[in-house]
Every structure is written in structure tokens, then in C-alpha cells.
């Protein structure tokens, strides 16, 4: 089953209030972007706007962190609502302890491939991983144009996790739009991200109602 993830990193807290009876129509993942300043360089929210979400929406809040040292927070995000937890490999000291202490925490687990970040390095987890989040921009900021290269890293764990028979699911973050989507998917990606592409403009619901027509997306 193909997703949309709408990126809420695009959009109004106030606007998104008054969207999200019409986006949890449309799909049931949504996709929060965590940032702290200094593993980026920019910064976002935390725990209060993901449990204030979490108040009003039954969506799939799937978090992405892009924090320095994560680990110190998973607790604090499982707590607030989240319901999958994606960190950067090279935030922590250990990738491994830290995808079994988000498991520990009854959330689903992710791991992150930032632009510059080899494909290499996330194989080892690949079975151990609910998901993997392929950026396809350099993660830190919306509205940016999508990095063609990344598709590779797309085909590349596509293949791996169907030779395997893994579940993992590929998630792609970053630049998708009508334009690039349909790549995108072609490459096998599961859940698409999209921030400016639902956020930036006109009605997001009819947005997301717009790509999944144009794509043939179905929603569980
Ligand atoms: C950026 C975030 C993205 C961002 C994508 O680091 O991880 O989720 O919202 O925004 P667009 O879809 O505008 O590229
Ligand atoms: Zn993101």
C-alpha cells in the first residue's frame, strides 16, 4: 500500500487545526519534522506539539528526528503520541541500542539516510527496521528541489528488502511533488513525504486528493 506523509513542516499549526478532519480523510499517516538547531540548522517543535496532534487525530504520527544525541528523547516522544520514531545513524553513539530502545518503547522504528549519507551504512539494521527514511534532499528545511541521485539509494534498498523478503517499508522525504513522485515510486518507494507539495499552497486536502488521483494512490 502506497502513502502519502503529509510533512506538517509546510503548514500553519493554526492551518493545520482546521485541515485535519479533511487530511485524516485522505490519509492516515502524518509526518512531523523535529529539529533542534544543531544537528540542523534550524528548529521546529517538540513533545507538546506532538501530543497536542496526538489529542485531536488517531493519524499515524510518524516522527522524524533530526536532533543531536536522539536517545535522550525517545521516551519523551513515545510518551507524547508518536507512533514511529526515525533517528540519523550518526546522532547516536550506538544505532543498534537505540533502534531496541525505541522498539522497548512499543513504538514503530525508523532509520534516516541524510543526502550524504551511504546507503552502506543503514544495511546492517535493514531487517531490524520498521522502516528506512531515504532523504532526498539535505534534511533541515522545506521547499527544497529533489536530488535525482537519491533514487539510487530507493532501487538499491528496494532490492535488498524484497531479496530478503523484509518488510521494511522505504519512506522518501524530500522535494515531491507531481513531478517527482512518479519517479519515486517507480524506484520502489512505500510512503512519499510531502511538505510544500500538500502545505505550500491552494487546499491541502485537495492536494492530497490531486496526487493520490494522479497516482492511483489507495489508502488502508
Ligand atoms: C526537511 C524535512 C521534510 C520537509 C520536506 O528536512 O525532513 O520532511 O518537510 O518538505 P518538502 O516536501 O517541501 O521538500
Ligand atoms: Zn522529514
Given amino acids: 500500500m502506497k502513502k502519502i506523509a503529509p510533512s506538517i513542516?509546510?503548514?500553519?499549526?493554526?492551518?493545520?487545526?482546521?485541515?485535519?478532519?479533511?487530511?485524516?480523510?485522505?490519509?492516515?499517516w502524518l509526518h512531523l519534522d523535529v529539529m533542534d538547531g544543531h544537528y540542523v540548522p534550524n528548529?521546529?517543535?517538540?513533545?507538546?506539539?506532538?501530543?497536542?496532534?496526538?489529542n485531536k487525530t488517531k493519524m499515524f504520527l510518524d516522527t522524524h528526528l533530526m536532533i543531536d544525541k536522539p536517545d535522550r528523547y525517545f521516551e519523551?516522544?513515545?510518551?507524547?503520541?508518536?507512533?514511529?520514531i526515525c533517528f540519523h545513524p550518526e546522532t547516536v553513539q550506538n544505532p543498534m541500542d537505540a533502534?531496541?530502545?525505541?522498539?522497548?518503547?512499543?513504538?514503530?522504528?525508523?532509520?534516516?539516510?541524510n543526502n550524504k549519507i551511504s546507503v552502506d551504512t543503514?544495511?546492517?539494521f535493514l531487517s531490524e527496521l520498521d522502516l528506512a527514511l531515504v532523504m532526498s534532499i539535505e534534511a533541515g528545511f522545506g521547499g527544497q528541489s529533489f536530488i535525482p541521485k537519491s533514487l539510487e539509494k530507493i532501487k538499491l534498498?528496494?532490492?535488498?528488502?524484497?531479496?530478503?523478503?523484509?518488510?521494511t517499508l522505504i519512506?522518501?522525504?524530500?522535494?515531491?511533488?507531481?513531478?517527482?513522485?512518479?519517479?519515486?515510486?517507480?524506484a520502489g518507494a512505500d510512503v512519499l513525504v510531502m511538505g510544500s507539495a500538500v502545505f505550500g499552497y491552494g487546499n491541502p486536502v485537495e492536494n492530497i486528493k490531486c496526487i493520490k488521483k494522479e497516482f492511483g494512490l489507495h489508502f488502508s
Wanted: hydrophobic fraction near 45%; charged fraction near 30%.
Fill in 9 to 28: 513542516l509546510s503548514s500553519g499549526i493554526i492551518d493545520l487545526a482546521k485541515y485535519l478532519p479533511g487530511i485524516e480523510k485522505e490519509t492516515d
Fill in 43 to 54: 528548529i521546529t517543535f517538540g513533545f507538546s506539539v506532538v501530543k497536542s496532534i496526538r
Fill in 76 to 84: 519523551r516522544f513515545a510518551k507524547a503520541g508518536s507512533d514511529l
Fill in 99 to 113: 533502534v531496541k530502545k525505541i522498539k522497548a518503547l512499543g513504538c514503530d522504528v525508523g532509520m534516516v539516510l
Fill in 122 to 124: 543503514i544495511l546492517p
Fill in 157 to 167: 534498498l528496494r532490492k535488498k528488502i524484497d531479496a530478503e523478503k523484509l518488510e
Fill in 171 to 186: 519512506e522518501v522525504d524530500g522535494g515531491i511533488n507531481a513531478q517527482t513522485a512518479g519517479k519515486v515510486l517507480e
